[in-house]
């Protein structure tokens, strides 16, 4: 009898169907050299969920994603759906949305350099040249959790004075929550090089120094990991001044959503980056970029992040760290041969190495 994991297969928005399609060629490829077998299950979500359901998350997605062993998710969200109106659903709800049901607090976002592509970071050879970062984000608390409101415009108003409509957004983060993620990087940390650069602005504010609290009350545990603490600001400097000094970073939901985007320029396109969002009893896997809607259906999105978030699954949800080293080795293998999708090409890259969003999916496939 072989092992049959049941995958939930989340397209979503813009680029989404394109990047998921090619990363199941890959895991289908993976399927074909072992004796796994995986079974996919799509549903709606974001947008499309929207037109369709009137609902960014569908009932009955969330039922199938929770009766499978894993979820890829693409990107949700484009321009038809940014005009709706305060209180009409947005695509985004079903992403915040199915972290939040699914409980997925711990996002692993890894930062690595392709050799082959390394010029193409707009960065110095000698800056990233030894950039390895793992950012664990906290994904299903402050800012994006809190309670989000608008108030209409009243005499005299309040808290922050002067005319006009006022808007608020409430940051929340208690110990339970902050201990939880802290636990989880300190343990990559421990599985990597050992060192956790905790990320906060405790200079300014509450949430920031209840987090260095409960870090450092953790710490105790993890004396073989060094602990740097760090301002989430210096830390958006240090990130492209001198990245090698990182191994994990872990900080809260806001500052590890700005953070990572601004990491992949070490990477060298939003387009590389994976991600793992891990909870007690449920993963979902999801590239880093959004659904890009400028380029959605011409074919030409890199899938990329897409490929290595599956090899993320394959590790994490299904313990199959070789069939995702397989994987990993694929992608180096194609972008070592030369091959490139638009957004890592260069100036001198001929045209006959730069491929579609499907055929990057096929030169990886067949390579595992
Ligand atoms: C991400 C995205 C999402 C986020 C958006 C689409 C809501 O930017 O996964 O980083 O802010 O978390
Ligand atoms: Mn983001």
């Known amino acids: 009898m072989s092992d049959c994991h049941r995958i939930c297969v989340l397209p979503g928005d813009g680029i989404g169907p394109e990047v998921v399609a090619a990363a199941l060629d890959v895991l289908r490829a993976v399927q074909a050299k072992s004796d796994v077998r995986f079974e996919f299950c799509e549903a709606p979500i974001g947008g499309v969920a929207i037109d369709e359901y009137g609902v960014a998350l569908p009932e009955n997605t969330l039922r199938i994603a929770r009766g499978c062993d894993a979820v890829i998710l693409g990107a949700v969200g484009g321009p038809k759906w940014d005009t709706v109106q305060p209180g009409c659903p947005r695509p985004e709800d079903g992403l915040l949305g199915i972290r939040k049901e699914l409980g997925l607090f711990a996002n692993l976002r890894p930062v690595r350099v392709y050799a082959p592509i390394a010029s193409h970071s ?16 906290e994904l299903t608390g402050g800012l994006y959790f809190g309670e989000h409101a608008t108030h209409a415009e009243v005499e005299g108003a309040g808290i922050g004075g002067g005319r006009g409509a006022r808007a608020h957004d409430v940051m929340l983060y208690s110990e339970f929550e902050i201990e939880r993620i802290g636990r989880q990087a300190f343990e990559a940390a421990r599985m990597r090089k050992g060192k956790l650069t905790s990320v906060d602005k405790a200079n300014v504010l509450d949430t920031g120094q209840l987090w260095r609290k409960v870090i450092h009350e953790l710490a105790r545990e993890y004396p073989d990991v060094e602990l740097v603490d760090m301002l989430v600001d210096n830390c958006a400097m240090q990130i492209i001044r001198d990245p090698s000094q990182f191994d994990v970073i872990v900080t ?41 809607p400028d380029i959605a259906g011409k074919n030409i999105a890199n899938p990329i992040g897409q490929i290595q978030s599956a090899a993320m699954m394959l590790e994490y949800s299904f313990g199959m760290a070789d069939a995702a080293r397989s994987i990993g080795d694929a992608v180096d293998g194609a972008l070592a041969e030369g091959w490139r999708t638009f957004d890592i090409a260069s100036e001198e890259t001929p045209a006959s190495l730069i491929l579609g969003t499907r055929e990057m999916g096929e030169r990886i496939a067949e390579r595992i």
Do not use: M, W, Y
């Not at 110095?124 to 664990?136: E, H, T």
């Open 122 to 137: 707009p960065l110095k050879a000698s800056i990233i040249q030894n950039a390895d970062i793992l950012i664990v984000r």
């Open 252 to 292: 809260e939901n806001t500052f590890g959503d700005i953070l990572s985007d601004e990491a992949s320029v070490l990477a060298g396109s939003l387009g590389l980056l994976a991600s793992a969002s891990l909870g007690q009893d449920n993963a979902l896997f999801e590239p880093c970029h959004g659904s890009a």
